[in-house]
């Protein structure tokens, strides 16, 4: 796989200025508002877009982004205050389990586009907290579907007894409380049942029976809800990226879905994380060493799991292209295991891989790592330095 020229020039850029092993983070902006851009082109009119910032929430990331998405979504009270500092005109949407009465009540000065209420307890403590302020709550409340065939996916959070969001039968206790405290207001309904799709069918088939069970509860419950949230979750294969979620194919099928079950007066809001963000990021690594053991060979690049743990936390092999240094190649047509500095066998990024040539010294650049990357890694674990993080300008 080929870098984007950008990413080899910024990459050789940082070689050549810094005489230490390199490890560092490559976040190619332009390349990401190409691509949310594209994303938005083909998103049907009632649509609206959302990032979920757990995926990535550097400051740049979000600020690229911010004139292209309809807001932000926030997993947690932490979220939710960085993304309202990084971006305080941005509508927000406030997600996520056991949200405190505190971060409830210091949302209530944020620009809150929703609070997406998870438990009966959560909409009663929003309820008396808001009729505190004297304000009224943007509601959506989260449910959890009963589906005839459960979503099939490599992380699935609902269709099952999971800790997210409401039963189909706890919602009648939950419209009770919203028609009796006049400081909520109700705007819709929100669902997102999982992650890693790759198969736009499937998510099509899952958009179809989201918007007949929305049609149903409205009519069973005499609602009239102008939002539907119908999450994120879109897919990147990391073998091979021909074969991730095909987003215009998809909005084509969702323009069908909306006009046959007649929810263009709906505004259909998806908030949507790795797929948005994984494809700016890259992960660099330059070889320290490579030796043979047993047999087989390992690399040992500066860095590791502890700034990158998505292929540890996926489980597979991450994707990578060598950026071959001056030293004449060590190992030819072999395969090798590629692992950073930490103590403990659970340190690999990709085992076992073919490459033509690699010697120390040598650059591992990881594609795809601009998603449930650095902020998922367990950072202070062996007290290495962190990677530089550097950032491609228009
Ligand atoms: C994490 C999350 C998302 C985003 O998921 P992606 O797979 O990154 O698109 C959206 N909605 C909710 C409620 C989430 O928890």
């Known amino acids: 796989m080929t870098l984007p020229a950008a990413v080899n020039r910024c990459i050789e850029q940082l070689k050549a200025e810094h005489h230490a092993p390199l490890c560092a983070y490559v976040y190619d902006l332009p390349a990401l508002e190409r691509h949310i851009k594209a994303m938005r082109e083909v998103l049907p009119e009632n649509c609206e877009l959302f990032y979920a910032a757990k995926a990535n929430p550097e400051a740049r990331v979000l600020k690229t982004l911010a004139p292209w998405v309809d807001g932000f979504e926030a997993a947690s009270g932490g979220e939710l205050t ?141 609602l009239q809800l102008p939002v539907l949230n119908v999450g994120g979750g879109m897919g990147i294969h990391y073998q091979d990226v021909t074969q991730s979620f095909d987003w215009a194919r998809f909005c084509r099928g969702l323009k069908e879905l909306i006009d046959e079950y007649g929810m263009g007066a709906t505004r259909i809001r998806f908030e949507i994380g790795r797929f948005i963000s994984a494809a700016c990021g890259y992960y660099v690594m330059q070889v320290l060493d490579i030796k043979s053991s047993h047999g087989e060979f390992f690399a040992i690049g500066r860095g590791g799991t502890h700034h990158f743990r998505t292929p540890a936390a996926q489980g597979h092999d991450h994707p990578f292209t060598v ?25 690999v990024l990709a085992r076992q891989q073919p490459v033509a040539q690699l010697a120390i010294g040598d650059l591992l650049v990881f594609t795809l790592a601009g998603a449930y990357a650095w902020n998922i890694s367990h950072q202070n674990f062996l007290m290495h330095e962190p990677p530089r993080k550097v950032f491609i300008e228009g």
């Not at 071959?324 to 066998?345: D, F, K, M, N």
């Open 82 to 222: 960085w993304l309202h500092e990084q971006c305080p005109d941005q509508p927000l949407i406030f997600g996520g389990p056991g949200k405190l009465d505190r971060e409830l009540d210091i949302a209530m000065q944020y620009c809150i586009s929703a609070f997406h209420v998870e438990s009966v307890t959560e909409l009663r403590s929003l309820a008396r907290i808001a009729r505190e302020r004297g304000v009224r709550a943007p509601v959506m409340l989260r449910l959890n579907l009963k589906l005839a065939r459960a979503p099939q996916s490599r992380l699935v959070m609902g269709g099952k007894p999971t800790p997210f969001g409401l039963d189909e039968e706890g919602l009648a206790s939950a419209l009770k409380i919203v028609r009796e405290e006049s400081s909520l207001e109700l705007k819709g309904l929100h669902f997102h049942l999982l992650s890693h799709q790759l198969d736009v069918d499937a998510h099509l088939e899952l958009i179809r029976s989201y918007f007949l069970t929305f049609r149903q509860l409205c009519a069973d419950h005499n």
């Open 323 to 347: 950026v071959r240094g001056t030293e004449p190649a060590q190992i030819t047509g072999q395969s090798v295991t590629l692992v950073g500095q930490l103590c403990t066998p659970k340190d």
